[in-house]
């Protein structure tokens, strides 16, 4: 991908104007995001649980590195032309951490920053156990994301896992409070019920993008998009669905080749090689490869 191709991606901002929510499918690495942007999404989620499951192998507890989050997303957006939502955790440490998690995942594309309020190490949204830091250490952080940016066009998401730990009321002060330091977007996690759905939509719905996420065998009631919408949430992201998806398909074609000792059984459910090359742009890789090869005369 060209300096110019990355230049003329779609402004984030311009389309969370839009009546219409915003669906962006969880990615982990840049096939599932090249994959997801070929079904016609129009954003990405890259989400930490996700990285720590197939990268790590292990459970979302805080385990990641900002390295390896940057390492994934800068993969991801030299592979696809569509904004990346980046999960961010903490920031990976203080305020001054956090301008560092800024700056380098800006530098590696991001078009907007996940940061929460949860103690460090943190772990997932959907777990028990969780802890917040206090309003003004967060809202602290909160700051030192916003002058650590480069480009007004990263945007900063605010999220608060206080739901949990201090109970509805007190998310949803958090919440005002972290709008008020000038973020872009707001995220209540693991809110529980329809109502509590509804009661943070007409809160903030008319003032700032609300993200929701569902989570599959989680805290929040799962909805489509468009029901999301039509209650006033403006992103919508299912971030795990896909290396859930994966892990289970994963499991049913392990236990085929253990026990057939041949792919033969699923050779209707895979790719064959021809056709995952056609996926991934082989033929047009080699293409290129072709005009710096030295056998071809310049065009001058």
Known sequence: MTHAQQTDKPSLAQRLQQNQALLAPGVYDALSALIAEQAGFEALYLSGASIAYTKLGRSDIGLTSATEVAQ????????????????????????????RT?????????????????????????????????????QGKLRAALDARQNSNTLILARTDALAVEGMEAALERAEKYLACGVDALFIEALRSPEQMKQACAQFSHRIPLLAN???????????????????????????????????????????????????????KMLDFDALNQVIGTPSLLALGKQYDGTHESAN
């Open 72 to 99: 994934t997303l800068a993969h991801i957006t030299d592979r696809v032309n569509l904004p990346v939502i980046v999960d961010a955790d903490t920031g990976f440490g203080n305020a001054l951490n956090m301008q």
């Open 102 to 138: 800024v700056r380098d995942f800006e530098r590696a594309g991001a078009a907007m920053i996940q940061i929460e309020d949860q103690t460090f190490p943190k772990r997932c949204g959907h777990l028990d156990g969780k802890g917040v830091v206090p309003v003004a250490e967060m």
């Open 214 to 268: 569902m989570v599959e065998g989680g805290q929040t009631p799962i909805q489509s998009a468009a029901e999301l919408g039509q209650l006033g949430f403006r992103i919508v992201i299912f971030p795990g669905g896909t290396a859930r998806a994966v892990a289970h398909s994963l499991q049913a074609y392990y236990g085929s080749l253990q026990r057939h000792q041949t792919t033969t059984p699923w050779r209707d």
